[in-house]
């Protein structure tokens, strides 16, 4: 399960310390003319590319840190209220969550006029060839700078290793991964995979509902979504996405997701999106059901 408010939420816009404007585009905007939590991922990513490290930039210009990749593990990105302009400027606050021995988490929020829209947190792994590697002194000096009042906000945990299992999920769909989802490298892009949650969650809804609300499948993506990479993604290729549906309310329907490549678990992902017109009788059903 996830925790029901990012610790971002805490936080007011001072309490940042690096803040850049983005400008909202009409490819971020759903079909129900707001900025969609896909989208938002893609907002949050550019200010975070643009943080500068100037200790650790130097150690590893100079050649003292062995070759290393950056890999992106985890998010959290969650949509605090409706909004959507094409043009239209936002002010994203960034600053780092916390740092552990080789892995660290930026923990953002998104700003119109002041008021909190959005919220979001990203965890990096520094690793090498054999596996996660310690973060250099000079690295850690550059994180502690950017780090954020702590707050009270529970912390997700970590999810249920049946998580992994296929046979898990009841319910399945298929995707398709295309060239334009292939970053520089040379795999899946991880927003492009939180892309495919919501192909899954739609057509999984549609099933439901049928034909009639074809048209109405923006309302039940989600707003809510945390992430968890646990494998690299190739093009092209098909995977599964299986989906269960591990509770929900008068308004909400919480999802389990697992992306899997043939029985190999290549990310998990929790989600809430709205009920709409999802009966109670068809979501019991869906536990039971096994469909692809």
Sequence with gaps: MIDEQSNAALLAEDDFPDHRQVVQRFGDLAPDGTTSTVALSRLFEHPRVGLRFSRFERLTADGGFKPYQILFVGQHVERQAAFGKVGATVRIGTGIRAIGRSSYTYGQGMFIDGHLVATAEATIVLADKSGPITLPDELRADLEELQLPQTSAAIASKPDPRRRERQYYPAAA????????????????????????????????????????ARKLPRYLPWRYRVTYLGEVLHPRSYDIGIAVSGHDEHTVHYELGLFDGGQCLGTADAAAPRGKLSATALAWSRQWTGS
């Design 174 to 213: 298929t995707v398709h991964s295309r060239v334009g989802d292939v970053d520089l490298n040379r795999h899946v892009n991880y927003i492009a995979q939180l892309g495919w949650y919501d192909e899954a969650i739609a057509s999984y809804a549609h099933r439901l509902l049928g034909d009639d609300a």
